[in-house]
């Protein structure tokens, strides 16, 4: 993907899957579907988005009252006829398409546009995309060299619930990867800074400048660790062993324990820093302060001084 004029190009991403070494051949990705996954806002207002697909013909299809936040959406112009095509928008700002036509996914992401808060870049979007091919197949529904083998004995219901599990754990990585990248660009604004401190310069940035870094930092680590479901298994899976399962295989194959892992470590450096910046501007302000105090002493003395003289 070109990255758009003058933006600086994306770094790597660090959200795509372990090595395909072991995976089908590219004869037998062409014959399965596939599932592709986007976070592109901080979150969705569901209602509204709901109201408008069916205004434009889509059907939503219902779900078990305890999975909350989440609108699954049916088109009849699946890419392949093996499958039904499916859409999981969840609140959290993510959708998953499942067996979606190209045209159709264009119509709906544009569709979606009207009814995200906060959306986030384009270019960040889609270059922060999950894609997993799956084919229909015989025996337990599975997770199998990097692909989804979904059991065609299941009814429509239990399929259903069982593309949920999956896009539950697509979603997450999708939204990771993009706090993932906001936390790149936050560690390269600062990076500069221990720098500086280790040379005796001084920092250039004022006391205001360093309480939006800190309030930038503490947003993020709440969305990673306070508002999403990174850490825990949401409650839905807590009676339906089966889907958890599949959920948490999805999960460890996407790598997302190690990754929140990793991002709560560099979050903790970055902690650690901007509270050194602060504290080295208190510092700063209360040495400005003592000589404040000092210099009004001095021309004090010098008045008293004077009327004595004088």
Not at 96 to 104: A, H, R, T
Request: charged share 25%; hydrophobic share 40%.
């Amino acid at each position: 993907m070109v990255p758009p004029k003058g933006k600086r190009p994306p770094k790597g991403p660090r959200t795509k899957q372990p090595s395909r070494a072991n995976q089908p051949s590219m004869k037998e990705d062409e014959d399965m579907m596939q599932c592709i996954a986007f976070a592109t806002a901080d979150q969705y207002h569901l209602p509204t988005l709901s109201h408008d697909l069916i205004n434009h013909g889509f059907q939503e299809i219902d779900l078990p009252r305890d999975a909350s936040n989440v609108l699954v959406i049916s088109t009849e112009n699946p890419a392949k006829p093996d499958d039904d095509a499916l859409i999981f928008f969840f609140r959290e700002g993510s959708v998953v398409f499942w067996n979606v036509e190209e045209k159709e996914m264009k119509k709906v992401l544009r569709l979606l546009e009207h009814h995200e808060i906060q959306p986030y870049e384009v270019a960040l979007v889609h270059w922060e995309n999950e894609e997993i091919n799956y084919t229909v197949g015989e025996g337990n529904t599975k997770l199998e060299r990097g692909n989804f083998i979904l059991s065609y004995e299941m009814d429509q219901h239990e399929a259903v619930l069982e593309k949920f599990a999956f896009s539950n754990a697509l979603c997450l990585s999708v939204k990771l990867a993009i706090w993932e990248v906001a936390l790149d660009n936050f560690v390269e604004s600062i990076q500069s800074i221990p720098e500086m401190l280790k040379s005796g310069r001084r920092i250039k940035l004022s006391s205001a400048e360093v309480m939006q870094k800190i309030g930038e930092l503490f947003t993020l680590r709440h969305c990673i660790n306070l508002r999403s479901d990174l850490l825990l298994t949401p409650d839905f899976y807590w009676d339906r062993e089966n889907l958890e399962k599949l959920y948490d295989k999805t999960c460890q194959f996407l790598s997302i324990n190690r990754r929140v892992n990793v991002v709560n470590e560099k979050l903790e450096h970055c902690t650690q820093l901007t509270d050194l910046m602060r504290s080295h501007l208190s510092e700063k302000h209360s040495l400005r302060l003592e000589w404040m105090i000092v210099i009004l002493i001095t021309i004090e003395v010098m008045f008293e001084l004077a009327k004595m003289i004088f």
